[in-house]
């Protein structure tokens, strides 16, 4: 781990780990989708409404293990593809938006090239921007 870095463990699956092809040394872009509920009461009734919406929360991050496997060598010459965690390296302040994401939101890592180096700085989106109505 690199000085002033820290390294933290998100949970993924086939899906939200792009199909078990990230290896250690890749670096991801992590989004979260969440709902934002509110409840509003108009005499008497409670009614709930909710609004579906993707962030970026964390772009260029550095993968330095997958499970237990801290080399590409070694996911590649793995019994299993297949990987239930990845372990990043982040800040200090990285760690604990990625931390409050995963807590609220369902995350999804994107890999990207080994030569994109740019964050994109994406706005977030709602469900609504999405639908054609």
């Known amino acids: 781990i690199e000085p002033g870095m820290r390294a933290i463990t998100i949970g993924v699956d086939e899906a939200s780990g792009l199909g078990y092809m990230i290896t250690p040394g ?13 409840t509003t009461s108009v005499d008497g009734t409670t009614s709930s409404q909710g609004i579906t919406y993707t962030t ?10 997958v499970d237990n496997i801290f080399s590409e060598e070694g996911k590649v010459n ?3 593809p297949a990987y239930t965690s990845l ?25 990207r090239s080994p030569v994109d180096k740019e964050e994109t700085h994406q706005s ?3 469900l609504g921007e999405i639908i054609v109505r």
Do not use: H
Request: glycine share 2%; net charge negative.
């Open 78 to 80: 793995s019994d299993s």
């Open 26 to 38: 890749n670096n991801v872009d992590i989004i979260a989708e969440f709902v934002d509920s509110t």
């Open 124 to 126: 977030s989106i709602t």
């Open 87 to 111: 372990t990043l390296q982040v800040t200090p302040e990285q760690a604990m938006r990625l931390s409050a994401a995963q807590f609220d939101g369902q995350l999804r890592v994107i890999l």
């Open 56 to 65: 970026m929360v964390l772009e260029n991050i550095k993968v330095l293990a």
